[in-house]
């Protein structure tokens, strides 16, 4: 038992300290925590507690959290099964409710909902705060801990908990999971020889099916074109090179920062068919991953004006390893940047031409969000204040409110900026 206790406290001090890089020396700060735990063996007042699991399981996630990096976390080995097994499926469709999460500000957002999917018929949106699954809080759980919890077979229903910006209390969702088809391409001549293609993903058929939207649009007429990104979570790095080839001939489309420092760059193919095609690209606060690559290579290079929002900041790259227990490691390996060598990751990207559409006023959003913290502990502990009517009348009557928040503005400002810029470009 002592030499178990021993190795997993010893273990968890090791790995901080070269995750961090920073440390001296370790021997010091070893042995101090060999003296803490031999004390404890010795001396804690309630022996049971000390079980070999139980520590091993907080060693693991003190050194995850101790990282400070959402995107970097530890999977037991059941969730690890479940969440590897809810990934397995013929080609690019999986079974859930189609919706990319991530985490801000150490919460999991819905990052956005795929199109035609469950999440989006329900009514779930992007930037929603999902607080419990199924009736259990996600607080304190990683984001591929609550993912495993969301996915889930066919037919199937979860219910979610979810607080938005301008809504005072939480509200609750139910959704059938379905098999979510992943496309990625639309396209439209949007006014008269202007061209949309909208990329709703990057998987292994967006090469190609942008390429025959470009070839299609410009047989009817289109002399520009908006490339939509806004609401784009991501996906194949592979994806993003290529859609970044079909408009850049030459140069790179991103830097790949590793681990030790070094940084290796990734040039276009040189096999575009587009070099010449006036481009706009409309980004927003879910462009995020390989959308921030795209975006990013297209802005450097002055090859498109960016017209939107800042960007999400989700630069980088992250792998799945299967530990020797069978549980998991969701592990940050490395940074992308863009070609000029800025930074992704936590920053985003700025637009050439800032158009904000979201309707929503920074007041609004303050005050929603504190009204929601303030509804959310009423929600908990109002059984505690029935003998202080005056505070639960009001506060039933502040939580009861719903939506703070106007709707959006009519129309696609920011499409209507992309529209104008391409009609400059293309002196009309």
Not at 35 to 58: F, G, H, I, M, S
Not at 230 to 243: P, W, Y
Request: net charge negative; proline share 4%.
């Amino acid at each position: 038992m002592r030499v178990i206790f021993r190795w997993l406290l010893a273990l968890q001090l090791l790995l901080v300290v070269l995750a961090a890089c920073a440390h001296a020396t370790h021997q010091p700060v070893l042995t101090e925590a060999e003296d803490v735990v031999r004390r404890l063996e010795d001396d804690y007042v309630d022996q049971t507690k000390l079980d070999p699991q139980a520590l091993n399981d907080a060693a693991i996630r003190g050194i995850i959290d101790s990282l400070d990096d959402p995107y970097t976390s530890y999977l037991s080995t059941q969730q690890y099964q479940d969440f590897t097994a809810s990934l397995r499926g013929a080609d690019a469709d999986f079974e859930g409710i189609g919706a990319e999460l991530t985490v801000r500000d150490g919460r999991v957002m819905v990052l956005g909902p795929l199109p035609d999917s469950p999440a989006v018929r329900a009514g779930i949106r992007p930037g929603d705060f999902i607080v419990a699954v199924d009736g259990v809080s996600t607080e304190g759980e990683s984001l591929l801990e609550v993912v495993a919890r969301v996915r889930g077979p066919k037919g199937t229903t979860v219910v979610l908990r979810l607080q938005r910006a301008g809504s005072v209390a939480p509200v609750e969702i139910s959704v059938v999971r379905d098999t979510i088809h992943l496309t990625s391409v639309s396209r439209r001549i949007q006014a008269e020889d202007i061209g949309y293609v909208g990329l709703d993903g990057f998987n292994e058929q967006t090469a190609a099916g942008l390429r025959e939207a470009i070839t299609q649009l410009r047989a009817a007429g289109a002399k520009g074109l908006i490339l939509d990104l806004r609401s784009n979570t991501g996906g194949l790095v592979d994806a993003a090179i290529a859609v970044v080839s079909e408009f850049i001939r030459e140069g790179n489309v991103f830097l790949w920062r590793h681990a030790d420092g070094t940084e290796e760059p990734y040039p276009v193919t040189g096999e575009g068919t587009a070099y010449d095609l006036p481009l706009v690209v409309l980004v927003n606060g879910y462009s995020a991953s390989a959308s921030e690559i795209t975006a990013g290579a297209l802005q450097d290079h002055g090859r498109a004006v960016l017209i939107g929002t800042t960007t999400y900041g989700k630069g980088s790259v992250n792998l799945l390893e299967e530990l020797d227990s069978g549980a998991g490691l969701y592990v940050t390996t490395a940074r992308w940047l863009t070609p000029s060598g800025h930074l992704i990751e936590g920053q985003g990207l700025e637009p050439d031409i800032a158009v904000d559409a979201s309707g929503l006023s920074p007041a609004l959003v303050r005050i929603g969000g504190l009204t929601a913290d303030l509804c959310a502990a009423y929600d908990e502990d109002a059984a505690d204040l029935l003998d202080v009517p005056a505070l639960t009348g009001a506060l039933d009557e502040l939580c009861g409110l719903g939506e703070v928040a106007p709707a959006g503005p009519e129309g696609d400002p920011q499409l209507d900026a992309a529209i104008e810029q391409l009609r400059l470009e293309l002196g009309g």
